[in-house]
Nanobody
Framework: VQLQASGGGLVQAGGSLRLSCVAS????????MGWYRQGPGKQREVVAA???????SYADSVKGRFTISRDNAKNTVYLQMNSLKPEDTATYYC??????????????WGQGTLVTVSS
């Protein structure tokens, strides 16, 4: 299984970025998909998550600014980030909980994509 994240970069405060994460490999079905981030000197924290049914949840710090979505046909999860702040600077990781063809359930992490917000 592979998770390929993309879309990070350098943006000014108030700007927008859209992250994408594509899952591929021996995946029968995907349950929960989520985005986490780890800023300099900080612990990894959950940013947003979306279930297979489309229910979403967000960290308080990003509510109203970030939107998570998924395309089940493409095994892809997105994170639209608007009104970015310098404190959003972090490496963003996608996480996928999936079931393989043998019925096993696994959590898998992507490699991370760096988001830098300048003031």
């Amino acid at each position: 299984v592979q998770l390929q994240a993309s879309g990070g970069g350098l943006v000014q405060a108030g700007g927008s970025l859209r992250l994408s994460c594509v899952a591929s490999g021996s995946i029968f079905s995907i349950n929960r998909m989520g985005w986490y981030r780890q800023g300099p000197g900080k612990q990894r924290e959950v940013v947003a998550a979306i279930t297979s049914g489309g229910s979403t949840s967000y960290a308080d710090s990003v509510k109203g600014r970030f939107t998570i979505s998924r395309d089940n046909a493409k095994n892809t999860v997105y994170l639209q980030m608007n009104s970015l702040k310098p404190e959003d600077t972090a490496t963003y990781y996608c996480n996928v909980n999936f079931r393989n063809q043998y019925g096993g359930t696994y959590d898998f992490w992507g490699q991370g994509t760096l988001v830098t917000v300048s003031s």
